[in-house]
């Protein structure tokens, strides 16, 4: 009971863990996203990214795909992203990516359904343009909207 809790927070516990070559974590562009997609079509590619991934560990089910998703792609890239690409975003849903972070979570929480991963990627990539100061900068424009109303 110990060890898989140890598992949980502190990851798989694999210390040799390692990206795949040509990965540079967080993805920041759409061309570093297509490269990746590319190198995850390889089977030990995708099973070294679990492997990875697993090792960013978590004390929840959440905590742990949020992590991962924070590691995967820097925040200006999320924000082009949603589940099924929807109003001219990008779906996440349907990348090798998404199935390489559903995997690792399910190898540490293994009783877990991935109707819980794949809803906490979906809040994670929702939030997206409320991180890093975009929600002060939409309510202090929506500030400056009723200042002007007559």
Not at 109 to 122: A, G, M, R
């Amino acid at each position: 009971m110990l060890t898989g809790l140890n598992q949980r927070l502190n990851g798989s516990g694999d210390a040799t863990a390692s990206v795949p070559n040509g990965v540079n974590l967080p993805l920041k562009s759409g061309e570093e996203l297509q490269e990746v997609e590319t190198i995850l079509q390889e089977q030990s590619s995708m099973q070294m990214m679990v492997r990875y991934f697993s090792n960013i560990g978590g004390a929840s089910l959440k905590s742990m795909t949020k992590r991962i998703m924070k590691d995967t792609l820097q925040n200006s890239l999320a924000v082009q992203f949603n589940w099924t690409g929807a109003k001219t975003k990008i779906a996440f849903g349907s990348l090798k990516l998404c199935s390489v972070v559903c995997r690792a979570v399910k190898r540490n929480f293994p009783e877990s359904s991935s109707h819980y991963t794949e809803f906490f990627i979906k809040d994670w990539l929702c939030n997206a343009s409320d991180r890093n100061g975009g929600r002060k900068k939409r309510m202090k424009g929506a500030n400056n909207d009723s200042e002007h109303v007559e």
